[in-house]
């Protein structure tokens, strides 16, 4: 268990909608990387929030969007949700200083219909 | 072009033998290396990270990185079934903490 926690665990959604995922941090972190991982692929970033800023992003388009709070906790944002979408996301939290490990939570599998 | 590469396998060894992965990266700019290892239907799990060359050894892991060839590979020694699963490369690319992964590398060992 790394600490790192996310809901839903499952989501099913028909195409066009739009979707919240949520991450907590794992204690003592205070960067969360967002990840989509399609089946039979590696993880993709999407991006990473430190400080409640948004620290860098990955080839997606801005209907991805996110939040990181006070406490480090964060949300995946998804609007006009499309077939390819469906996946498994990934939050990744990490101390943004050396070591510069990251533990990943347990996921949520979106399934677009 | 895939930044990292990884042969997808399934990597087959018997109980108890020596399971070898490999990963090759693109970015000569990458700092930082990991493994995790991902069972199915399960979040990548991180077993290894190693950041300067020569070999780091974590019980019956031990992760191999080489600048200068863009090579990183991980060794298990005394293979289990239970290290049966997907075993994802990822390096460190960029200014930031962004991982970039291969797409595994499925190690299937039997009894």
């Known amino acids: 268990e790394t600490g790192v926690t996310q809901s839903p665990t499952h989501l099913i959604k028909t195409r066009g909608q739009q979707v919240t995922l949520r991450c907590s941090s794992q204690?003592?972190?205070?960067?969360v990387s967002w990840y989509q991982q399609a089946l039979g692929q590696g993880p993709q970033f999407i991006f990473q929030y430190y400080r409640e800023e948004e620290n860098g992003r990955g080839n997606f388009p801005p209907r991805f969007s996110g939040l990181q709070f006070p406490n480090y906790s964060s949300e995946l944002n998804v609007n006009a949700l499309e077939l390819d979408d469906s996946a498994l996301y990934l939050c990744?939290?990490?101390?943004?200083?050396?070591?510069?490990?990251?533990?990943f939570g347990p996921g949520t599998r979106l399934t677009v219909t | 072009q895939k930044e990292v590469e990884q042969n997808s396998g399934p990597l087959s060894v018997p109980e108890g033998a020596i399971a070898s992965l490999n990963c090759t990266y693109s970015?000569?700019?990458?700092?930082?290396f990991f493994w995790y290892r991902q069972y199915s239907g399960k979040s990548p799990e991180l077993i290894m990270s190693?950041?300067?060359?020569g070999d780091k050894e974590d019980g019956r892991f031990t992760a191999q990185l080489n600048k200068a060839s863009q090579y990183v590979s991980l060794l298990i020694r005394d293979s289990q079934p239970s290290d049966s699963a997907t075993y994802l490369c990822a390096s460190r690319s960029g200014g930031y903490n962004k991982l970039i992964f291969g797409a595994g590398t499925r190690l299937a060992v039997h009894p």
């Open positions: 190693i950041y300067s060359n």
């Open positions: 970015d000569r700019g990458s700092q930082s």
């Open positions: 990744a939290s990490s101390f943004q200083t050396l070591p510069d490990e990251q533990y």
């Open positions: 204690s003592g972190h205070n960067t």
